[in-house]
């Protein structure tokens, strides 16, 4: 929460078009609720602020790359989207150049034993807060139980291997 000019967060979260009042609004009122909301008040809310399914997605698939160069590490490289029809927010990856846990902080040992449940290595009140909302966690653990089966498989990254070396 930088207050309620949004002057002060234009830099932070430096969008790509020109936001409405409205827009600006949503920002602010949302960094407010992450920031000071109580426990009960940010799990009776985020839903009205986040897409949880599609974060839910967004997360399982960088838990599975293990990369920690984006949310889960500095909080940097992604795009937050406010979709103008629900008013939520939704994240879009950007800069994926370290997945896979090749990323320059900590050991792989250590990016190894990182849990599905505790997956960032930063400090991070917004993915503390995120990963107690149980409407969340039940998205995100089925959304980790199907890309499990479905697109992270041995077979299919093999088979994508082989074809790019033709």
Do not use: M
């Not at 986040?50 to 909080?75: C, K, M, Q, W």
């Not at 994240?91 to 505790?118: K, M, N, V």
């Amino acid at each position: 929460d930088l207050g309620s000019d949004w002057k002060r967060y234009n830099q932070t979260y430096d969008p790509k078009t020109t936001l409405t009042a409205a827009q600006k609004q949503r920002v602010i009122d949302f960094a407010r609720l992450v920031t000071g909301g109580s426990d009960a008040q940010f799990a009776a809310q985020v839903g009205e602020y986040l897409d949880l399914d599609e974060t839910a997605r967004y997360f399982a698939v960088v838990v599975f790359l293990s990369d920690l160069d984006g949310l889960l590490g500095p909080g940097q490289n992604y795009y937050l989207y406010l979709d103008p029809r629900s008013q939520r927010f939704s994240f879009i990856a950007w800069d994926q150049d370290h997945s896979f846990g090749q990323f320059f902080r900590g050991t792989q040992s250590a990016r190894e034993q990182l849990s599905i449940h505790h997956p960032w290595s930063e400090s991070s009140r917004f993915l503390d807060r995120l990963f107690r909302v149980d409407a969340f966690k039940k998205a995100y653990l089925a959304r980790l139980t199907e890309f499990s089966t479905t697109l992270f498989t041995p077979e299919r990254f093999y088979k994508q291997v082989d074809d790019l070396a033709v």
